[in-house]
């Protein structure tokens, strides 16, 4: 059942690969598009399609009462696209987002017909950019709850062994003591909410924009520098010298401000509860979650963690 309204409580079944492809089906169908020979290029928060027979990327929300999120995130879009911002255009002409078989739906168009990811620097100049806007408050942009967050991804993650979940939640608890401590010293306002180099696309025309919307809220601006920092200094996925043109062209370190650690811990904790959402469904994401949990145990440098 296709609704653009309405409530997705009920019965909805686990969110795999082969339960999304139902999803993506009865919404390409609904939207007059083909899913046919449709590319999955990721299964987490969202199962996200590429679409063969157009240029259109189709995302299925994981969460299925996401749908204020993913009506936020249209708007926001839609705003950045008034304003001229280079980011992920929402497909015209299709009503959305739209509830399918209680999973929330969007349609986007696509960067390119290959992923390909820009730079940090340019990176960088978008975040500084996008610091500028003056969102209007029409957006409806929430203000970030970090902690509610975290102890919402805590009381989902299943299959966790008991002594892991003790230890996670009394870190969560220590953390969320000294992130109240902490003095930003950035203005507060607009930010992406995941803003990594996974989320900064090139696109077709050669310019690098913005992807994955529906993050945006309001929050200290540290929050969108924080990624880069702790890829860089943490799980060595960047360069020194990537690292710092980040810096230069952004225009601050906040590994130089006193509450870096803290945040970067803080995050750490929030990417390995989100690979923890996905091993009961993944052995490598399985495998993956039990390493960071050992290396936040040991809190010993640099992690081997990989990117998922």
């Known amino acids: 059942m296709i609704s653009g309204e309405g409530d997705t409580q009920g019965d909805v079944p686990p969110f795999t690969a082969e339960t999304a492809e139902a999803v993506l089906k009865e919404a390409c169908q609904g939207a007059g598009l083909d899913p046919a020979e449709a590319e999955l290029l990721r299964l987490g928060s969202n199962a996200v399609y590429r679409l063969s027979k157009a240029p259109v990327i189709v995302r299925i929300a994981r969460d299925p009462d996401s749908l ?54 340019e990176l960088a100049d978008l975040l500084r950019r996008l610091h500028w806007l003056e969102e209007p408050q029409s957006l409806g942009l929430p203000y970030y709850d970090p902690m509610s967050k975290v102890w919402a991804s805590l009381g989902e993650l299943n299959g966790v062994a008991d002594d892991d979940r003790a230890f996670l939640e009394e870190r969560a608890g220590k953390l969320g003591k000294e992130y109240d401590r902490l003095d930003f010293v950035l203005p507060f306002g607009m930010i992406h909410g995941d803003a990594s180099i996974g989320n900064v696309l090139r696109h077709r025309n050669g310019q690098a924009i913005l ?36 810096v230069h062209h952004y225009g601050f370190d906040v590994m130089n401000w006193p509450g870096y650690k803290v945040l970067g811990d803080l995050r750490e904790l929030m990417m390995t509860l989100w690979i923890g959402h996905q091993a009961a469904a993944s052995e490598k994401a399985a495998e993956e979650f039990a390493r960071r949990v050992a290396d936040i145990r040991r809190g010993d440098g640099l992690r081997d963690w990989r990117p998922f």
Do not use: N
């Open 68 to 121: 204020p999120e993913m009506e936020r995130a249209v708007r926001v879009t839609r705003w950045l696209a008034e304003q001229d911002f280079p980011a992920t255009r929402v497909l015209p002409g299709v009503r959305q987002p739209q509830v399918v078989g209680g999973r929330v739906v969007t349609y986007w168009e696509s960067a390119q017909d290959r992923e390909e990811y820009a730079t940090v620097t």
């Open 211 to 246: 992807s994955d919307l529906d993050g945006f809220t309001l929050a200290p601006r540290e929050w969108d520098l924080i990624q880069t920092a702790i890829f860089y200094d943490r799980f060595g996925w960047h360069e020194r010298s990537q690292y710092e043109g980040f």
